[in-house]
């Protein structure tokens, strides 16, 4: 259970997440209205609101085949929120038929995989169609959840397709239960269904389009449009927003799809732009308005700044699908940077299985020159194979080399399998083959394209054909998505793991407590175990494990989904760090509408509690420094320690907490993101969020993210700890009002002894107070290039301990119990995913400094971001 843990508390939450950004959204507020929707609650007899908007209604009268079917409820209940306390199960066929309209539709199917009453998990063995259609062929529910990366979050499977209905047709959706004699009591089952209406042409290709050069294109050897005719029915194999983190179907543009992050599949170093545009309205007159929402084209992934290096490689895709299929790929741009006024100035290649199907890829001359307006380009290609193999489709995209600016770059990628020839979507299980078998598809260059002439043959006719088309029949999308969450990247096609990180993660990371659990750590959340009361929520000390651990409980009833989304952006960040100097999670709740963090139990506090407004003693020079030694160590570790930078952007004295040991540790990820990977590492374009006080000018002046803003705030904490005062004091003096400019001053003034907390005096050697302001300064450069690193600061503070000690030749002490040790970390810090869950619309820090959330006054955990729930009921 605790590998999973992380992946499915992250979906939990996010759904949760999801939930509560509802009651905001009335259907009547989405850019589309869908004019019908069925979402329907298989199994049970009575109606269920889920808070993520959808009410799902009891199945029987939708059932038109039943005789031998049955209602049950599971044995284990699902953790997600939905339609997975009851399933409608049978030993032999059985149909739901639904009175549908004429026009395209989006199909969900819904599964958690589980034993149910009288009905074993392992058995559910199945095929479903719907119309003439095949969705599932000999289904083995069991084995494709297990063999999600998370074995948690694969006990919900779900599936999305399209599908087009003639005029007078009832969608039937039939679950044969595939028996055999090895496996004579297989049976099929099914927990939702839904149903929502979609826009006539937003996958369907207009037959009545005067300019065909929107079509989907081909690729191979011709460039023929291939329209996707009404009687195709697709299932969404991937939708995903391209660098940035997860959209919940709550927050589609009313089709309740899901748009999920891309990490995965990135295979070559790139660089993330966030947020980019805020103030630039995007113009819908390229695409309808409802095709993506906003969100979409305003992070865009692409390959860096420096152009000769852009030119030695791709940006590279690689996405797990099934052979002998064709696909529907599509891409979404958007030109937002300003520093791409002109067409023409940026170009670049596109290559689709390794065939070049854009030579001038040109954002801006593709929206009209004009800024803002987002553009979608399709293709279809054919994947050859014997449908048994999963293979990689590839996208590659590289600067054209006449192009000025050597960079190409994406918002959103599509992807969608189409029916074969006889109707069938279904491909094998996950272990029907054996993964030796797989062949790699760049080496099988010669067979792609022999394949794809033939298939360029066969539909030739068709696409002739098709113009004419009157509006016909059938649509269908899957949605290779297990859950409505993060899980993007665990998807898996037939038996290929695509080895995300939370498989990776030590399996003594994370652990779920129940709230029972919870509550009798705190003897139900008794005042006298609080230990921190945070404008945002309650921290108590609680014992688990019979009393023998010490742990702190950070309790979030969500009132915000902001605080969620920090809530899940700490589990998954600090489940995948590991460092001496980094607070380590513990576990977390999530049940009965509690989210709760549990982390160990830091004796000391913050250390922003023995700086100032306190009564605890003052702590000594020399422990002073240590700990900053420490803190350096911390975010060293997180700024080049793991695959991914990470940027802590809320570095505050709160944020570090101390143990019995005094050793310091970085905590509350909330706000925390992955930085810039790759090569040049330089900058994520982001909303400014952090506290007032520490944030680092370039970063709220220009947006401008870097791990030089980490260092920023680093350097107000080094301000503190000399000053033993708060970066701002309102009440002082103009020029003492601000710390950063008052120790500038003084320091610049040779007066830096004026500013050293009055608690400290006689204890600071002056060489070493004269160093340490120097770091303190450099860390507060207005250029963020000027910064000193973490790792050179720590080396500076180093020798700042040595130079106190009059030990200034000698080997640092390490001084106590307390270890220094870069390597403490352990394996854990495999990959990182790009994903950011705490882009939060609402704990922004105004540009004038206003902090829009958080107190300072916290006790023992600080900054909690989370606050109870008043009305839970209350959407
Ligand atoms: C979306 O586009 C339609 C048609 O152009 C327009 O009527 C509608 O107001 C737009 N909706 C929003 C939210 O912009
Ligand atoms: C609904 O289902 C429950 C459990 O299956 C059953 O006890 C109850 O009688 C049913 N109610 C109706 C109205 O069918
Ligand atoms: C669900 O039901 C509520 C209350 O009747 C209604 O306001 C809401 O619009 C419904 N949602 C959908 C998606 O139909
Ligand atoms: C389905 O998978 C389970 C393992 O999850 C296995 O025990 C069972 O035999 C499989 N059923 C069939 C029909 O292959
Ligand atoms: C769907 O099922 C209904 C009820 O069983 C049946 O009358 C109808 O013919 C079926 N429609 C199709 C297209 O199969
Ligand atoms: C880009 O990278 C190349 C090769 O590493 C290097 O020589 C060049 O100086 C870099 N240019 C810039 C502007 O950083
Ligand atoms: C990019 O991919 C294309 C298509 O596979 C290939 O021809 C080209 O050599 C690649 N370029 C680089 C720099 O890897
Ligand atoms: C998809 O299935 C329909 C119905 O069987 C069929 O008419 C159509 O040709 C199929 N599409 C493709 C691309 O084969
Ligand atoms: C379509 O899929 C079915 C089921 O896998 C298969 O039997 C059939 O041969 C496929 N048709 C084509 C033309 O590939
Ligand atoms: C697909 O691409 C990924 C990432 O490059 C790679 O690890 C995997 O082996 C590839 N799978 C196949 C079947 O080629």
């Given at each position: 259970?605790d590998?999973?843990?992380?992946?499915?508390?992250?979906?939990?939450?996010?759904?949760?997440?999801?939930?509560?950004s509802?009651?905001?959204?009335?259907?009547?507020?989405?850019?589309?209205?869908?004019h019908?929707?069925?979402?329907?609650?298989?199994?049970?007899?009575?109606s269920l609101?889920?808070?993520?908007?959808?009410?799902?209604?009891?199945?029987?009268?939708?059932?038109?085949?039943?005789?031998?079917?049955?209602?049950?409820?599971?044995?284990t209940?699902?953790?997600?929120?939905?339609?997975?306390?009851?399933?409608?199960?049978?030993?032999?066929?059985?149909?739901?038929?639904?009175p549908?309209?004429?026009?395209?539709?989006f199909?969900?199917?819904f599964?958690?995989?589980?034993?149910?009453?009288?009905?074993?998990?392992?058995?559910?063995?199945?095929?479903?169609?719907?119309?003439?259609?095949?969705l599932?062929?000999?289904?083995?529910?069991?084995l494709?959840?297990?063999?999600?990366?998370?074995?948690?979050?694969?006990?919900?499977?779900?599936?999305?397709?399209?599908?087009?209905l003639?005029d007078?047709?009832?969608?039937n959706?039939?679950f044969?239960?595939?028996?055999?004699?090895?496996?004579?009591?297989?049976?099929?089952?099914?927990n939702?269904i839904?149903?929502?209406?979609?826009?006539?042409?937003?996958?369907?290709t207009?037959?009545?389009?005067?300019?065909?050069?929107?079509?989907?294109?081909?690729v191979g050897?011709?460039?023929?449009?291939?329209?996707?005719?009404?009687?195709?029915?697709l299932?969404?194999?991937?939708?995903?927003?391209?660098?940035?983190?997860?959209?919940?179907?709550s927050?589609?543009?009313g089709?309740?799809?899901?748009?999920?992050?891309?990490?995965?599949?990135?295979?070559?170093?790139?660089?993330?732009?966030?947020?980019?545009?805020?103030?630039?309205?995007?113009?819908?007159?390229?695409?309808?308005?409802?095709?993506?929402p906003?969100?979409?084209?305003?992070?865009?992934?692409?390959?860096g700044?420096?152009?000769?290096?852009?030119?030695?490689?791709?940006?590279?895709?690689?996405l797990?699908?099934?052979?002998?299929?064709?696909?529907?790929?599509?891409?979404?741009?958007?030109?937002?940077?300003?520093?791409?006024?002109n067409?023409?100035?940026?170009?670049?290649?596109?290559?689709?299985?390794?065939?070049?199907?854009?030579?001038?890829?040109?954002?801006?001359?593709?929206s009209?020159?004009?800024?803002?307006?987002p553009?979608?380009?399709?293709?279809?290609?054919?994947?050859?194979?014997?449908?048994?193999?999963?293979?990689?489709?590839?996208?590659?995209?590289?600067?054209?080399?006449t192009?000025?600016?050597?960079?190409?770059?994406i918002?959103?990628?599509?992807?969608f399998?189409?029916?074969?020839?006889?109707?069938?979507?279904?491909?094998?299980?996950?272990d029907?083959?054996?993964?030796?078998?797989?062949v790699?598809?760049?080496?099988?260059?010669?067979?792609s394209?022999?394949?794809?002439?033939?298939?360029?043959?066969?539909?030739?006719?068709?696409?002739?054909?098709?113009?004419?088309?009157?509006?016909?029949?059938?649509?269908?999308?899957?949605?290779?998505?297990?859950n409505?969450?993060?899980?993007?990247?665990?998807?898996?096609?037939?038996?290929?793991?695509?080895?995300?990180?939370?498989?990776?993660l030590?399996?003594?990371?994370?652990r779920?407590?129940?709230?029972?659990e919870?509550?009798?750590a705190?003897?139900?959340?008794d005042?006298?175990f609080?230990?921190?009361?945070?404008?945002?929520?309650n921290?108590?000390?609680?014992?688990?494990?019979?009393?023998?651990?010490?742990?702190?409980?950070?309790?979030?009833?969500?009132?915000?989904?902001?605080?969620?989304?920090?809530?899940?952006?700490?589990?998954?960040?600090?489940?995948?760090l590991?460092?001496?100097h980094?607070v380590?999670?513990?576990?977390?709740?999530?049940?009965?509408?509690?989210?709760?963090?549990?982390?160990d139990?830091?004796?000391?506090?913050?250390?922003?509690?023995?700086?100032?407004?306190?009564?605890?003693?003052?702590l000594s020079?020399?422990?002073?420094?240590?700990?900053?030694?420490?803190?350096?160590?911390?975010?060293h570790?997180?700024?080049t320690?793991?695959?991914?930078?990470?940027?802590?952007?809320?570095?505050?004295?709160?944020n570090?907490?101390?143990d019995?040991?005094?050793?310091?540790?970085v905590?509350?990820?909330?706000?925390?993101?992955?930085?810039?990977?790759?090569?040049?590492?330089?900058?994520?374009?982001?909303?400014?969020?952090?506290?007032?006080?520490?944030?680092?000018?370039?970063?709220?002046?220009?947006?401008?993210l870097?791990?030089?803003?980490?260092?920023?705030?680093f350097?107000?904490?080094l301000?503190?700890v000399?000053?033993?005062?708060?970066?701002?004091?309102?009440w002082?003096?103009k020029?003492?009002?601000?710390l950063?400019?008052?120790?500038?001053?003084?320091?610049?003034?040779?007066?830096?002894?004026?500013?050293?907390?009055?608690?400290?005096?006689?204890?600071?050697?002056?060489?070493c107070?004269?160093?340490?302001?120097?770091?303190?300064?450099?860390?507060?450069?207005?250029?963020?290039?000027?910064?000193?690193?973490?790792?050179?600061?720590?080396?500076m503070l180093?020798l700042?301990?040595?130079?106190?000690?009059?030990?200034?030749?000698?080997?640092?002490?390490?001084?106590?119990?307390?270890?220094?040790?870069?390597?403490?970390?352990?394996?854990?810090?495999?990959?990182?995913?790009?994903?950011?869950?705490?882009k939060?619309?609402?704990?922004?820090?105004?540009?004038?400094g206003?902090?829009s959330?958080?107190?300072?006054?916290?006790?023992?955990?600080?900054?909690?971001?989370?606050?109870?729930?008043?009305?839970?009921n209350?959407r």
């Open positions: 259970m590998t999973t843990c992380i992946r499915f508390a992250l979906g939990a939450i996010l759904l949760h997440l999801l939930l509560l509802l009651p905001n959204l009335s259907i009547a507020e989405f850019i589309y209205s869908p019908e929707i069925f979402s329907i609650n298989c199994g049970s007899n009575s609101s889920t808070r993520d908007g959808r009410n799902w209604t009891a199945d029987i009268k939708f059932l038109s085949e039943n005789k031998d079917s049955v209602a049950a409820p599971a044995l209940p699902s953790t997600q929120e939905g339609p997975y306390t009851d399933a409608r199960f049978s030993h032999s066929q059985f149909t739901y038929s639904f549908v309209s004429t026009g395209p539709k199909l969900r199917l599964f958690y995989s589980t034993s149910y009453q009288n009905f074993h998990r392992s058995k559910a063995y199945f095929s479903v169609k719907a119309g003439p259609y095949t599932f062929q000999d289904f083995n529910a069991s494709n959840a297990d063999a999600d990366d998370d074995p948690a979050q694969t006990d919900i499977l779900f599936r999305e397709y399209c599908i087009n003639k007078g047709d009832r969608l959706i039939t044969i239960p595939s028996k055999t004699s090895q496996h004579p009591d297989s049976y099929a089952f099914i939702g839904e149903i929502v209406s979609m826009p006539p042409f937003l996958y369907y207009n037959p009545d389009d005067v300019d065909i050069s929107g079509w989907p294109q081909l050897l011709n460039t023929n449009p291939f329209p996707i005719e009404n009687n195709f029915a299932e969404t194999n991937y939708r995903l927003r391209v660098g940035d983190q997860q959209i919940p179907a927050q589609d543009t089709m309740l799809r899901s748009w999920d992050v891309d990490n995965k599949y990135v295979t070559t170093q790139s660089v993330l732009s966030l947020d980019i545009g805020i103030g630039i309205k995007l113009t819908f007159t390229k695409i309808p308005n409802y095709t993506a906003d969100t979409v084209y305003r992070s865009v992934r692409n390959m700044s420096n152009g000769t290096i852009n030119m030695g490689f791709n940006l590279t895709w690689q797990p699908v099934d052979s002998g299929f064709t696909y529907l790929l599509r891409l979404h741009f958007c030109q937002l940077d300003p520093d791409m006024k067409p023409g100035y940026q170009s670049f290649f596109i290559f689709v299985q390794d065939q070049l199907v854009e030579k001038w890829a040109d954002i801006l001359g593709w009209d020159k004009q800024e803002g307006v553009v979608v380009k399709q293709y279809v290609v054919f994947i050859p194979g014997n449908q048994q193999e999963t293979l990689n489709l590839s996208l590659k995209m590289h600067p054209n080399p192009s000025l600016a050597k960079d190409a770059q918002n959103a990628i599509e992807l399998k189409i029916n074969n020839t006889t109707g069938n979507l279904a491909g094998p299980n996950p029907s083959h054996p993964k030796t078998s797989e790699l598809l760049p080496s099988s260059n010669k067979k394209k022999g394949s794809t002439r033939t298939l360029t043959a066969a539909v030739a006719g068709t696409v002739s054909g098709v113009v004419m088309l009157s509006l016909s029949v059938a649509f269908f999308l899957t949605k290779r998505k297990k409505m969450a993060v899980d993007e990247g665990s998807n898996k096609k037939g038996g290929t793991s695509r080895g995300g990180g939370s498989s990776s030590p399996t003594n990371l994370c779920k407590f129940s709230i029972a919870i509550r009798a705190t003897n139900n959340f005042e006298l609080v230990v921190g009361l945070g404008g945002f929520g921290v108590y000390k609680g014992y688990i494990d019979d009393g023998s651990t010490r742990v702190a409980i950070k309790r979030l009833k969500a009132d915000s989904r902001q605080g969620a989304q920090e809530f899940m952006n700490e589990i998954e960040m600090l489940s995948q590991r460092h001496l980094l380590s999670l513990v576990g977390y709740c999530y049940e009965s509408n509690e989210m709760i963090l549990v982390y139990f830091m004796d000391r506090g913050s250390l922003r509690e023995h700086l100032y407004d306190t009564d605890k003693p003052s020079w020399k422990q002073r420094l240590q700990i900053c030694i420490g803190v350096g160590r911390g975010l570790y997180l700024h320690g793991t695959k991914d930078v990470i940027i802590h952007r809320d570095v505050k004295s709160a570090i907490l101390l019995e040991k005094w050793v310091p540790k905590s509350d990820f909330g706000l925390s993101r992955i930085g810039p990977t790759g090569i040049s590492r330089t900058h994520v374009n982001t909303q400014v969020k952090g506290s007032i006080g520490y944030l680092d000018p370039e970063y709220y002046k220009r947006d401008r870097t791990v030089k803003s980490d260092v920023y705030s350097g107000v904490v301000l503190e000399l000053s033993g005062r708060q970066p701002l004091l309102h002082e003096e020029q003492r009002m601000s950063v400019k008052w120790a500038k001053h003084c320091y610049e003034k040779g007066i830096l002894s004026e500013i050293v907390d009055p608690e400290l005096k006689g204890q600071i050697v002056p060489q107070l004269r160093k340490f302001g120097e770091v303190a300064l450099s860390c507060l450069l207005e250029d963020g290039t000027q910064r000193p690193s973490m790792k050179d600061i720590v080396g180093e700042v301990l040595q130079l106190q000690e009059g030990d200034v030749n000698g080997v640092m002490e390490s001084g106590g119990d307390y270890e220094y040790g870069d390597d403490v970390f352990s394996s854990s810090h495999n990959s990182v995913h790009v994903s950011d869950y705490s939060s619309t609402g704990l922004s820090t105004t540009r004038d206003d902090r959330y958080g107190s300072n006054d916290f006790v023992l955990i600080p900054d909690d971001v989370f606050s109870e729930i008043k009305d839970p209350g």
